[in-house]
């Protein structure tokens, strides 16, 4: 049945075309502006570009034709070592259709290492923005600096966070986490302001997205903001996706959000969403456009090797749900059934993916292993009666007690047996997470301690920001996880009700509450710089102080230093 699925995937995928214009040193160096051979267009959504190498980038833009019915259009491009496009070093044509979306993608090869590069595109009659790229260093690398993302849902208000890292020029590259667009309809997650701000969804495109007219209108809606078009021209985009870019809680037959008798087949909608990912991002997939295998490595010189994961799509077995062992009539919970499901062989990476990491990892001769993947990779435990709560408003007010619980323990105060056994019985907050997923989780972090290697792990997914330690079951170090608040989403301050005063003393207190947790900020949007250098990573979180006006400022930072 897998096997069936799977060529059905690939039929549909197929069906796109090639995506990609290939291109060497052996394209042109000089100016293409109304040549003969290139079509009048608009520009309509910027330009980006992405999956830099040593000695390759790809570029990407949008041309739609003016009153032009020919099946194939052609444009210009053009890569310059400066941005007035005096010194233009490679240029060329290609082509798209309607059956890409009019998409255009140049995959422009044999550069440089380490080379900063300006591109455009050229229709007959104007150019594209300029935009500017880098191809990845080779060796004696100082220092890189990774801008890091997660989490943008365009109802919710205005992209701010990507607007403010594209003014900053020491940003060397941006690595996306995923729920680069959401699936959701008119008035679902993150609707609430739409309206008072002027993000609500166009007519064509207010439902919940399914068909592959549906994602490509949302990636077109997306890219209209300015903030994101900014950040795209001005930094290359290494990118994953998590699971909104299908639909919620994604996993690999399936997923929640998805209901087959008025939603039609999974597979179809799933390879449709690929497809308009794959026409839309500045994106090489590893092994092709009709491929589900997204994950892949970055070697950044001699100081880092990036490895970006795919958690969602290609190996996830089915996440647990406490409801799922929760007896409807009664409220028992089979707490032996839960631990058996605990227990067993359940994969987020799936096996061909988990041997490909732990290769990476034993390969590398890089200084740093960075794994830039979906989800919170730490032990989030909380106290088992409250995940049971079913008043979300009382979860605060009981994480707090907790809080002071343990305190009043490691100070030395005397707490009942009934209080103790409170604090001590835990269990994962979040089974979408690598908490659902333990016993693969042990085994990665086995295979690191046995390499002798720390690992540190970028994180997204949450809608708010992290700092773990990540550690075995017997409390051993293996590395840490710096955890990126989102672009717009709303975080767990919305989850929870609490108030900015709240959620600052929540986040307070719950590193005490969650043995592995050194910080938390669970109410501010925002994106990580991590920079990365031979002696240390430093990692900065940065909060913005609005997303419901365009009119904003930085409104606070957070840093934390890990030195292998």
């Known amino acids: 049945m897998l096997d069936i699925n799977r060529r059905h995937f690939l039929k549909v995928v197929a069906s796109a075309g090639a995506a990609v214009t290939v291109s060497t040193a052996l394209g042109g160096c000089t100016s293409l502006m109304r040549a003969d051979n290139v079509d009048t267009v608009n520009f309509t959504h910027g330009v980006a570009s992405g999956d830099p190498t040593t000695n390759a980038i790809l570029l990407w833009t949008r041309a739609e034709p003016k009153n032009n019915t020919k099946p194939v259009i052609t444009v210009g491009w053009e890569v310059a070592r400066d941005p007035s496009f005096s010194d233009i070093i490679r240029s060329g044509t290609a082509t798209t259709s309607a059956r890409r979306d009019y998409t255009v993608k140049v995959d422009v090869q044999q550069l440089p290492a380490g080379m900063p590069l300006y591109y455009r595109f050229v229709g007959h009659d104007q150019y594209s923005p300029v935009g500017e790229g880098l191809t990845l260093p080779k060796q004696g690398v100082e220092a890189i600096r990774l801008g890091v993302f997660s989490c943008a849902n365009y109802p919710a208000g205005f992209f701010n966070p990507y607007h403010h890292a594209s003014q900053d020029d020491t940003i060397d590259f941006v690595v996306h986490l995923g729920d680069y667009i959401y699936e959701y309809g008119a008035g679902g997650y993150g609707y609430d302001d739409a309206e008072r701000i002027g993000r609500t969804f166009p007519d064509n495109n207010n439902k919940e997205i399914i068909s592959l007219e549906d994602y490509r209108r949302r990636y077109a809606l997306y890219r209209t903001d300015g903030g994101l078009q900014a950040l795209h021209a001005a930094k290359p ?328």
């Open 237 to 564: 985009f290494i990118v994953v996706w998590d699971d909104h870019e299908i639909t919620n809680d994604t996993y690999k037959d399936g997923a929640q959000n998805h209901q087959p008798k008025t939603e039609g087949d999974f597979y179809q909608r799933r390879a449709a969403a690929i497809q308009a990912y794959y026409e839309w991002m500045p994106i090489r997939p590893p092994q092709g456009d009709a491929s589900l295998q997204i994950y892949r490595s970055f070697e950044l010189g001699d100081l880092a090797n990036l490895i970006m994961l795919d958690t969602r799509i290609i190996g996830r077995d089915k996440q647990l749900a406490y409801a799922d062992f929760t007896d409807a009539s009664t409220g028992d919970f089979d707490s032996q059934g839960f631990q058996a499901a605990m227990q067993s062989e359940r994969t987020i990476l799936g096996k061909k993916q988990l041997q490909w990491l732990v290769d990476q990892l034993s390969q590398s001769e890089a200084r740093w292993q960075i794994l830039g993947q979906q989800l919170l990779m730490a032990r989030m435990n909380f106290p088992a009666a409250i995940i049971g709560a079913k008043d979300r408003s009382s979860i605060a007010d009981k994480l707090l007690n907790a809080a002071r619980l343990k305190q009043a323990r490691v100070n030395g105060q005397k707490i009942s047996e009934q209080q103790q056994r409170y604090i001590d019985t835990v269990s994962p907050y979040n089974l979408d997470a690598w908490d659902g997923y333990a016993m693969e989780r042990e085994v990665l972090f086995q295979q690191v301690k046995q390499m002798g290697k720390k690992i540190v792990v970028l994180a997204g997914d949450t809608h708010n920001a992290w700092h773990n330690h990540l550690t075995t079951r017997t409390g051993e170090l293996v590395g840490v996880e710096f955890g990126t608040s989102s672009v717009s989403s709303p975080g767990m301050e919305t989850y929870l009700g609490l108030d900015d005063a709240t959620a600052r003393k929540l986040a307070t207190a719950l590193p005490t509450v969650i043995n592995d947790l050194q910080y938390s900020n669970l109410h501010e949007r925002g994106y990580m710089v991590t920079h990365i250098s031979k002696d240390a990573i430093d990692n900065e979180w940065r909060f913005v102080d609005t997303i419901k006006s365009k009119d904003y400022q930085l409104s606070g930072t957070h840093r934390a230093q890990f030195r292998g």
